[in-house]
């Protein structure tokens, strides 16, 4: 649509509505955006922006409003985090560890790896999907095979993938050398250290030095019985008895002709 006066005077400032308009279309997130003024009751102006979000951002924010209203887990917050992806997951400080790991040191994609337009990725151990979320948004037309083999993580990986336009093939099993069915241990408040092989007094250690890293750069008040306190939170546990399948299965199941990255 034409412009009748692309300058409007509000305030005693002149404002070029095209140049608001430029901006705004260069924002990712942004499809199209019109600038208008309009007139308040007490006869003073101000500018409103109508804009049409882009597809992905659209879709996103239509699975968000669905997943609220849906409220499948009062245990689980949804999170946004720095890049504008929204995650739900048990505990912010697991959130934000595994968000510094993925996409803040890139610590699967050093050494030249990188995800190339069309791409095949294997994300083994998906957890709350964080890399295969944020895999999606670096390339065009990724296609993911993500594997958690522990229920209630798979929970949250499923969750966490609908709020995302993506070629997603969800597995709630793990890959192993055989097909077999092994018990996994579950930490909900610390699901990175739920495993197979978990052991009690590794874990704890782990989560102990973990929390004081944590807590204390936030306070120095914290004492050694808040921690102990902590401490036995995060290490609430439950097993599980969960399915193992071979890569090769998966292969040929999904008939895979190419694997870019094996996570």
């Known amino acids: ?73 009062d245990e689980v917050e949804l999170y946004e985090l720095a890049n504008g992806l929204s995650i739900y997951a048990n505990n912010k400080s697991e959130l934000q560890f595994l968000y510094d790991e993925i996409v803040e040191d890139r610590v699967y994609l050093k050494h030249g790896i990188s995800i190339p337009d069309n791409a095949c990725i294997v994300d083994v151990g998906a957890n709350l999907g964080m890399f295969s979320i944020h895999s999606n948004t670096l390339a065009k037309n990724v296609t993911i095979y993500a ?31 055989k097909e077999e069915e092994v018990s996994f241990t579950y930490y909900q408040n610390a699901t990175i250290l739920s495993g197979r092989y978990a052991e009690e007094t590794e874990v704890r250690d782990t989560v102990e030095k973990f929390i004081q890293n944590t807590e204390r750069n936030q306070t120095d008040q914290i004492s050694e019985e808040e921690i102990g306190a902590l401490l036995n939170d995060r290490l609430i546990s439950e097993s599980y008895e969960c399915h193992l399948k071979t890569l090769s299965q998966v292969i040929h199941e999904n008939a895979i002709q190419q694997i870019d990255l094996l996570k």
């Open 1 to 73: 649509l034409g412009r009748l006066d692309d300058q409007v005077k509000i305030r005693g400032y002149r404002i070029e509505l095209g140049e608001i308009e430029h901006v705004l279309h260069e924002h990712p997130a942004i499809n199209s955006a019109t600038v208008l003024v309009k007139e308040t009751r007490e006869n003073n102006k101000e500018l409103v922006v109508y804009y049409v979000p882009d597809e992905q951002t659209n879709f996103t924010a239509n699975a968000i409003v669905k997943s609220l209203q849906d409220d499948l887990n």
């Open 147 to 177: 594997f958690e083999p522990v229920p209630p993580i798979f929970n949250l990986l499923e969750r966490n993938t609908s709020l995302y336009k993506g070629n997603f093939h969800l597995f709630n099993s793990g890959l192993s050398d």
